[in-house]
């Protein structure tokens, strides 16, 4: 399958997680030779994006956002996408990076809303779609919109495609039945 310009990379990442000691917590960082500024984009429920711009001012748990499936940062001429299967947390904590946690545990109350430590971790499996798309056209008002490309492949990344089917009772060898698809 070919998808946007032949200048794209689409790359897949397959974590497995399963943290089994206290006050751990495991990030990704990837680096893009994109000069974002600090500003990263998020979406908020698929269709609507927020956007970020990193404080230097503020802690860094302050940072991190929801990424239901998609977080982004970009400059004048290249995107860097990353789409996910399911909700994670995202930051853009450095130039031309975006950093996802895959997961935490933690002994005792952070201070961040649950009110006691994590200690539910169940070994989970992530995967993340990387795209990097080279000068693609901005909308006229330079909002934040997801390209045809990345629509795609983040269609296909949470709506992958599911075949059904039930073995056949009839034997078939013959050629013109494995063209139908007896077999």
């Known amino acids: 399958v070919t ?17 089994l000691k206290s006050d751990e917590e495991w990030v990704v960082r990837f680096h ?3 000069q974002n ?22 802690p860094i748990q302050s940072q991190v ?3 239901p499936t998609h977080a982004s940062i970009e400059d004048s001429s290249m995107r860097f996408t990353v789409l996910s299967e399911h909700a994670q ?17 933690l002994s005792h109350d952070d201070q961040r809303g649950l009110s006691q430590g994590i200690h539910d971790n169940v070994p989970t499996r992530t995967r993340l779609r990387l795209l990097l798309e080279h000068k693609f056209e901005h909308q006229q008002n330079d909002d934040f919109f ?16 599911e ?21």
């Open 146 to 161: 997801v390209t045809p490309t990345c629509k795609l492949l983040w269609d296909e990344l949470n709506h992958p495609l």
């Open 37 to 58: 500024k600090g500003v990263f984009h998020t979406d908020l429920n698929g269709f609507n994006f927020d956007t970020h711009h990193f404080r230097a001012d503020m």
């Open 89 to 105: 947390g995202t930051a853009s904590l450095q130039n031309g990076a975006i950093d996802i946690w895959l997961d935490r545990r």
């Open 32 to 34: 893009a030779p994109i």
């Open 163 to 183: 075949m059904f089917g039930t073995p056949s009772r009839q034997k078939c060898t013959h050629t013109k039945c494995m063209l139908e698809g007896i077999f």
């Open 3 to 19: 998808y946007g310009s032949d200048d794209d990379l689409v790359f897949d990442f397959i974590y497995e997680t399963n943290l």
């Open 65 to 67: 956002f929801p990424m």
